[in-house]
């Protein structure tokens, strides 16, 4: 799993994240150059973080379930592709359970001590609230459940989903946290990626204001996987 980064500043939200998927197997890099933040309405993205096959499903169900309750209200949207989402993964789960020899990470997912997916949503309530929804997807008691980190308020605030990497590098290098939004984001991007294989490729940045969405840093188009088997 790479990482999702969200930073609230004001009146103006950054959703950011890397470029890279893994191989099913976690045994190489399996793309370098791939959208991760997806547009599923107006002023409204999204940013699946996990096994492909799930982030494909989400990014269109989430389009989906914008059209068919009329709404963009994130924290609707995000309940109810958590609805949709659950069976996907636990179906996900009992097909990593019969195959053997499973990388460590994946194998700490499937016993609850690891995220198997996270999903972030980034954009407003019915109300006009700007900020974002943050889905942890985690196995317990043979059960994926998820664990929800939302934020809509004015004064600072900065959320990834990489847990511990994120805290450790701010630890060894506090002045990652200094400057501006985007210099931020860019900063502890560039550090995960030295510390986390799975992280890697190029920024992807969008950012939510007062005058729309626009992006800081386009996802890169894809030239050709170094490996085409399953992503993780």
Known sequence: MSTVICLKDGNNLFLATDSRYMTHDFSAIAS????????????????????????????????????????????????????ESIPHLEALAELLRSIGHLHEKI?????????????????????????????????QGGRVVREVSEYFGDEGNIYTSSGDPAQLVVRENPGILNGGPVEVIRNLL???????????????????DGRGARWISRPPVEQRSIDHRRAF
């Not at 791939?34 to 309405?41: D, E, G, P």
């Not at 989906?64 to 309750?69: A, S, T």
């Not at 499937?110 to 929804?133: D, K, P, S």
């Not at 560039?190 to 939510?208: F, M, T, Y």
Request: a positive charge; hydrophobic letters at 45%.
């Open 107 to 139: 194998q700490g997912a499937l016993e609850g001590r690891l995220t198997m997916h996270v999903t972030v949503l980034a954009g407003r309530t019915a109300r006009g609230e700007l900020g974002y929804v943050a889905q942890s997807f985690r196995i």
């Open 190 to 208: 560039a550090a995960l990626k030295r510390v986390w294989p799975s992280i890697g490729g190029e920024d992807q940045i969008v950012c939510i």
């Open 32 to 83: 370098d150059a791939k959208q991760k933040i997806f547009a599923i309405a107006s002023q409204t993205f999204i940013a699946p973080n996990g096994w492909k096959v799930i982030c494909d499903f989400q990014r269109a169900k989430a389009r989906e379930i914008v059209g068919n309750l009329g709404t963009t209200d994130i924290r609707i949207v995000a309940e109810a592709l958590a609805l």
